[in-house]
């Protein structure tokens, strides 16, 4: 079946570092991929995506590129804020009746 | 505010004892789906709704567990005779297309005492 893997956490970095969350996918056909983020004691909220092999999502200075000869979509910021500090999933949707399947998730500590 | 809601935020209840969940989708999106996230993992598929119809419900984690949307609209989801183990967050999102992202309410979160 379908899965996703993600780097675990919890990941602590100092802010202005740079960011890498790595995250890889088994599926069968050409899914969608998505990045959400979690802040503590709400929902999920959509970060970016990309539906299509070679594409590029972004948004609010984070980047992930669709690559499917590596079956990987690594989300990446240039330089975290404290504000960043969250829970990062990787999802996948291959337009089945089962909607998306997330990774375990990757908790994000940014320090002053 | 757009978005997609759910009520209650939190919920208590003692074992054994029936709850039900209330969502409501975006109003565009016939997709809807629910969820439950147990602490430090992603969100699990429970069920899946277009419009009325509820086309997966293989994943609802046992009989106790029930979802309808009866007019393609709002959706509810009730657990009858609590367990401690069915203390999670429960949540739903919905979609406009099969392929497309899900947007997610706030969650319901449960505690069975």
């Known amino acids: 079946g379908d899965s996703v893997t993600q780097m675990e956490g919890p990941v602590t970095l100092s802010e202005e570092a740079f960011l890498t969350i790595n995250c890889t996918y088994t599926a069968t056909g050409y899914p969608s991929l998505f990045w959400y983020v979690q802040y503590p004691g709400e929902g999920l909220q959509l970060l970016l995506k990309a539906t299509k092999a070679d594409d590029k999502g972004s948004n609010k200075g984070f980047e992930a590129t669709y690559r499917k000869e590596t079956t990987s979509f690594h989300l990446e910021k240039g330089s975290v804020q404290v504000s960043d500090s969250a829970v990062y999933f990787c999802?996948?949707?291959?337009?089945?009746?089962?909607?998306?399947?997330f990774g375990k998730g990757t908790h994000l500590i940014i320090q002053p | 505010d757009t978005g997609v809601s759910q009520n209650p935020r939190h919920k208590i209840t003692k074992r054994g004892q029936n709850v039900t969940f209330r969502c409501d989708p975006i109003s565009e999106h016939n997709r809807l789906y629910w969820y439950r996230q147990t602490l430090g993992q992603g969100p699990e598929f429970l069920t899946y709704?277009?419009?009325?119809?509820?086309?997966?419900k293989s994943r609802l984690l046992s009989d106790r567990f029930s979802a309808e949307r009866p007019k393609g609209s709002f959706s509810t989801l009730e657990i009858q005779r609590t367990e401690q183990g069915d203390s999670a967050m429960y949540l739903c999102?919905?979609?406009?297309?099969?392929?497309?992202?899900?947007?997610f309410g706030q969650g319901t979160r449960l505690t069975v005492v």
């Open positions: 999802a996948l949707n291959r337009g089945g009746a089962d909607g998306l399947t």
């Open positions: 999102a919905s979609s406009y297309e099969r392929w497309s992202e899900a947007f």
């Open positions: 709704f277009q419009n009325e119809a509820q086309l997966e």
